[in-house]
């Protein structure tokens, strides 16, 4: 099947288009094979059956190593999806990388979240490009009424083979529930990676979304989080740490729709090496959106001259009876903190990594369960080498 039989080329982000100024793709259209992803035998000691687990191959749902299901869009439930899809389709409808995956109906599936869950669940991607050059999934999330999950979804090569991986999670949460969602990735130095990231949030309910980058030659984060109803509230914050000649570049919008309605953003990037960090956010907050409390801060720390930053924090405000901040800072690592360590009898080397260390425990100490905040962290210290820091006991 070729790109156009799957979508209309010109939908496709380019960089004459301004949210993607920074981030070309275009390479991969030309040999875009989607249908030929497939799946591989898998098995990891990363995956217990102690936890709550559902984990995808190449974009395929995994039955054999999961122990929670999910429906797959069928002809005996495409009413089901149909609502779900209905009641989030205005949110990042122009977006085109997020078309693609809708287009594609192979790997999509339904999640329904159900009372408080006690242990958090994971969901896991592995890749391999020798099977698929392009994967996709679309995961739907529906969290019920006074629901409460927690969700780590980690991307995971097991070769050096080369990826085009075109996630998505949509997330619909009905009246007074909790999802926090935590997304990590650390894909190879050969494949580019894109998160399409969208929730609707009801009264009373609360979506936090935290996003881990610490690998991909290429990484994208579209976020999209709408609040429709008053007492709704989310949190968007992000990490990335980079080195070598990565990339990661997040674009979020955050939409005030009601009144009464609370959002916060921390993101946080290191760049090493020749790496490049983009943040472009936007907060937008309706007419009659008034009683609205709203933040937006990046932050970005050099560790060498080749690296670089772009941050592009925005606000749209129509509403008078708001409270709104943004802002963005840019900057190296302070001489006189390394000297302050060098001081007291600490290698300079080591005094960077804790003082790099303790930049990123700012997003890190967003996750509140320890046994994901954990996961986190081990990814961080296994891919970059500024963070390689001994774990205290």
Known sequence: ???????????????????????????????????????????????????????????????????????????????????????????????????????????????????????????????????????????????????????????????????????????????????????????????????????????????????????????RNNIWIELEQEGASCAAHGLYALQGERQSDTNSFIHHAKGHTESSQLYKGIMNDKSHGIFTGLIRVEKDAQLVTSDQLNKNLLLTKGAHAHSRPQLEIYADDVKCAHGSTTGQLSEEEVFYFESRGIPKEKARQLLAAAFANDVLLKIKSVSLRQAAQDLLSKNFNPLKTQRSN
């Open 1 to 219: 099947m070729s790109l156009e039989q799957t979508i209309n080329k010109e939908q496709l982000p380019t960089k004459k288009n301004e949210k993607w100024k920074y981030t070309n793709l275009q390479h991969y259209w030309p040999q875009f094979d989607l249908p030929k992803q497939s799946s591989f035998p898998y098995a990891s000691e990363k995956i217990s059956e102690e936890n709550d687990n559902i984990v995808f191959i190449n974009g395929e749902f995994n039955q054999e190593l999961s122990n929670v299901a999910v429906k797959k869009l069928n002809g005996s439930n495409k009413a089901i999806f149909s609502r779900f899809k209905k009641k989030l389709a205005k949110l990042m409808q122009d977006e085109g990388v997020f078309q693609l995956v809708e287009s594609h109906s192979q790997n999509q599936y339904l999640l329904e979240l159900e009372s408080a869950r006690t242990k958090p669940l994971r969901i896991y991607h592995v890749y391999s490009g020798q099977r698929a050059k392009h994967a996709s999934a679309h995961l739907h999330v529906a969290a019920k009424t006074n629901s409460q999950t927690s969700i780590m979804e980690t991307h995971e090569q097991i070769n050096e083979a080369e990826n085009f991986i075109n996630n998505a999670t949509s997330f619909y949460l009905e009246n007074n529930s909790k999802v926090v969602f935590v997304k990590a990735q650390d894909l190879n130095d050969y494949s580019s990676f894109v998160q399409n990231t969208r929730a609707l949030v009801s009264r009373d309910a609360r979506f936090e979304s935290i996003t881990i980058d610490a690998g991909a030659k290429l990484s």
